[in-house]
């Protein structure tokens, strides 16, 4: 599975962020997807995601501002990051997992990367 991620940026605390990530893969609609994100000096932790069928999951931390969708015509899912706090700040990670449903630690495939950094 090869992914890409775009739309990382400088956003101001408050601000809003939409990350896209591309998949390359025949099995695309019937593999849950999902962002990570790895803070400075921190691990990666699991930040939210949707399985084959639209189900959802999120982390603590982001639920309630954050929204990922998928577009399974287009092989693309979405992360929507609204209300950006600076802890927020870190490389965001897109994911394909081997299962159809969300199950945090059954992702196995993953993009380079995008910075996103909230500035206070």
């Known amino acids: 599975v090869q992914l890409a991620e775009s739309g990382g940026g400088l956003v101001q605390a408050g601000g809003s962020l939409r990350l896209s990530c591309s998949a390359s893969t025949q099995t695309f609609s019937s593999r849950a997807m999902g962002w990570f994100r790895r803070a400075p000096g921190k691990g990666r932790e699991f930040v939210a995601g949707?399985?084959?069928?639209?189900?959802?999951d999120y982390a603590a931390s982001v639920k309630g501002r954050f929204d990922i969708s998928r577009d399974n015509r287009k092989d693309m899912i979405y992360l929507q990051m609204n209300n950006l706090k600076p802890e927020d700040t870190a490389v965001y990670y897109c994911?394909?997992?081997?299962?159809?449903?969300?199950?945090?630690?059954?992702?196995?495939?993953w993009g380079p990367g995008t910075q996103v950094t909230v500035s206070s």
């Open positions: 949707i399985g084959w069928a639209g189900d959802t």
């Open positions: 994911a394909a997992s081997r299962e159809a449903h969300v199950v945090r630690n059954a992702f196995n495939s």
